[in-house]
């Protein structure tokens, strides 16, 4: 969704050298790109056009530019990301997406000359050095929503939004998307992500361990065009009130650049669940061969736990911490705790762990009050994530029945 460019590759127009009135043959568009391969790139891209050859204009208004530096990653995950409007010549935008192989489809949008002079008010407006910078949000405030607010604040109560049914142009990209908004039922926003990260991915491991109980609510019609796939769907349906009839927003709709479909084959080892069960089964392997050897390595239990405490610093931190309005509460928090690097450390130290296993007795109620609640399905859980839970509840009960002997 987001348009990463090291080097601002979009060119600037002075406004003193636009036309302060658009002529009677301009035109704005939507421009709907297709996913690409880096992360940045999942979920497609969004982009407003506006062509004038009479005033020698084709320029595209870009709400995805960011500057990635060093922290990046780091303001990203804590929900203080800042984007910017940009502002591109048509031409350069489009062979990116050329040299790239990414689809490019176009919508024409029927406005009157009111409503087309109006829009390009707005975006001088937001192009304005104070508006153009905002704070980036995944669900409410992208390079998606922002085209959708324009159209909204422009067409006013005349736009009617309609649920597409069907996919007129049956491309990869937009029936994945597709397939859930023709659903009686609105799929959770969570859902619509997952279409785009395949159930495969270590991708979806990381977001469905970041993503809280807000994720699994359901957004409205205008909400699901957080997702350009959304945006574009709901405008080819959208109808515009007139005095005595309904009309089309989109006038015209074009692909300016097609989409090269490829097929990736994933090996097994590279499922995540595949290879969380995997191991799941050699812990559980290892614990049954110390109850038959009647020996317990502690080692491993620090090991083990001393691992969960570092996955339990990206929960806690993203949950706790995160301004992202969709990652707390977070049912994850219970078992990726950073308070089991502490308790890894000091397990090493056999003439401490009488003090400490008591924490093993809160620690295996709530990985038990977690498979209760995974249940009830109050929140989606990532398979792969079970797996997690029982190796460390494997580590456990040897523990304490040693305790209960008295011989720890």
């Known amino acids: 969704m987001k348009k990463i460019l090291f080097f601002l590759l979009f060119v600037s127009v002075p406004f003193s050298l636009w036309a302060k009135q658009l002529s009677p043959t301009a035109y704005f568009s939507i421009l709907t790109c297709a996913p690409g391969t880096q992360i940045h790139a999942h979920f497609g891209h969004s982009a407003i056009r506006l062509c004038d050859t009479a005033n020698n204009v084709d320029i595209v208004f870009n709400y995805g530019i960011f500057s990635y530096t060093d922290d990046f990653a780091y303001n990203f995950v804590k929900g203080e990301t800042y984007y910017r409007l940009g502002i591109q010549q048509f031409s350069s935008f489009i062979s990116e997406y050329y040299m790239d192989s990414r689809g490019v489809i176009e919508q024409q949008l029927r406005l009157s000359p009111y409503q087309k002079q109006y829009l390009f008010d707005l975006l001088q407006t937001n192009y304005l050095p104070q508006n153009r910078t905002y704070l980036y949000n995944f669900f409410y405030d992208n390079c998606s929503s922002r085209p959708r607010d324009l159209l909204i604040k422009v067409l006013g109560d005349s736009l009617v939004w309609h649920k597409p049914t069907q996919c007129i142009y049956d491309t990869l990209w937009l029936h994945t998307t597709e397939q859930y908004l023709v659903q009686e039922t609105m799929p959770s926003w969570r859902t619509f992500i997952h279409a785009y990260v395949g159930e495969d991915s270590w991708l979806r491991f990381g977001i469905s361990l970041g993503l809280g109980m807000p994720a699994d609510s359901k ?29 089309n927003l989109v006038s015209k709709t074009q692909v300016l650049v097609p989409q090269e479909v ?62 992202h309005p ?10 990726a705790s950073p308070i089991l690097l502490l308790f890894a450390i000091v397990w090493l130290f056999s003439s401490l762990r009488t003090y400490i296993v008591y924490y093993l007795y809160i620690h295996i109620v709530l990985l038990l009050l977690f498979c209760l609640v995974a249940l009830f399905q109050i929140q989606y859980i990532y398979s792969g994530y079970v797996a997690l839970v029982i190796i460390q509840l494997s580590r456990i009960p040897f523990v304490l029945l040693q305790h209960k002997n008295g011989s720890i």
């Open 326 to 335: 969709a990652v707390y509460p977070n049912i994850h928090v219970v078992w």
């Open 219 to 247: 957004p409205t019609i205008e909400q699901t065009m957080f997702l350009p796939d959304c945006l574009f769907l709901m405008a080819q349906y959208a109808t515009v009130k007139q005095e005595q009839s309904h009309e």
């Open 262 to 323: 490829t097929k990736t084959q994933s090996s097994y080892f590279s499922v995540p669940y595949h290879i969380l069960w995997l191991i799941c089964f050699i812990f559980i392997g290892i614990t049954g061969l110390e109850f038959w050897l009647q020996k317990h390595v502690y080692l491993v239990d620090s090991i083990v736990f001393f691992l969960f405490g570092l996955i339990g610093i990206f929960v806690w931190y993203v949950s706790f911490i995160s301004i």
